[in-house]
């Protein structure tokens, strides 16, 4: 399940770094902190970062709109209720510079994905564990080789095992996995000169990395419970630190939501 939780902004043009989703990810911590024992070392969801109106400055990303926007997902329905009600009961949230206070979730429908679905990255997507012995993170890899779908395919098919949803029956069939970029895209952002591939820094039990994160439009190739897999658990490493977050491209998803209830009894 995916819902998009909009705040208020109290204090237009305050600012958060470029990437934040370490920030991000010591709010989802602090919200659920109270509630480790029903989700002992629960990692199944995702989150986008800060979506606004926004100009680039010296602070990193300074917010201008009246409201700003964070994607949340998870397959784990109960987890997000629990996370969106703790959430809904702070007055206020402070996320670098911007003091933000909860306003209305919106659930987003199921899409119905197949066996080859195009998608976008909402938030950059790590292939190479940093915490693997001898592994280099920084690490460049063209996103049109074997080498950058196999990586991915690894790390997918180890977290979905780890997941325990799934038959070791079911595991072993979902071997078709191919990840193909768009070309047209690739080609247009090294005419201009832009970069899809940077550097990030993630922050795990205490230690600091740096990671190559890319962001980038793709076609995945794979049986549909993969595809609903990545789409509600992110793909590549650190999804439960905010990486890895997918959407389905050309897809408008202010035509997809419903308001969000969730029930009375949840704390």
């Known amino acids: 399940m995916r819902v998009r939780i909009v705040f208020g902004l109290t204090n237009k043009g305050a600012s958060v770094p470029f990437h934040h989703q370490f920030l991000l990810s010591g709010l989802v911590n602090s919200v659920m902190d109270r509630h480790r024992m029903e989700f002992p070392d629960f990692d199944l969801y995702n989150f986008s970062g800060l979506k606004g109106q926004t100009k680039v400055g010296k602070e990193g990303l300074h917010f201008y709109s009246n409201k700003v926007t964070l994607v949340f997902s998870s397959p784990n ?61 920084k690490k460049f890899i063209s996103p049109s080789t074997d080498t950058f779908s196999d990586l991915l395919y690894e790390s997918t098919m180890s977290r979905m095992e780890k997941s325990n949803r799934y038959t070791a029956d079911e595991i072993a069939s979902f071997y078709k996995f191919q990840i193909v970029p768009d070309k047209d895209y690739l080609t247009k952002i090294r005419e201009e000169e832009k970069k899809f591939a940077r550097i990030f820094p993630v922050f795990h039990k205490a230690e600091k990395y740096e990671v190559r994160g890319y962001t980038f439009p793709f076609t995945l190739y794979a049986d549909p419970k993969v595809q609903q897999f990545v789409f509600d658990c992110g793909l590549g490493f650190y999804a439960f630190k905010g990486f890895g977050m997918l959407d389905i491209a050309n897809a408008d998803p202010n035509q997809r939501t419903t308001p969000f209830n969730f029930s009375d009894d949840v704390l």
Request: with cysteine; hydrophobic share 45%; glycine share 4%.
């Open 77 to 137: 329905e109960r987890y997000i209720e629990v996370f969106v009600k703790a959430l809904f009961k702070m007055p206020q949230v402070e996320i670098g510079k911007l003091l933000l206070v909860p306003l209305t979730v919106e659930k987003e429908a199921e899409p119905q994905l197949g066996s080859e679905v195009k998608f976008i990255c909402i938030s950059p997507l790590v292939i190479i564990n940093p915490e693997e012995k001898g592994s280099d993170p």
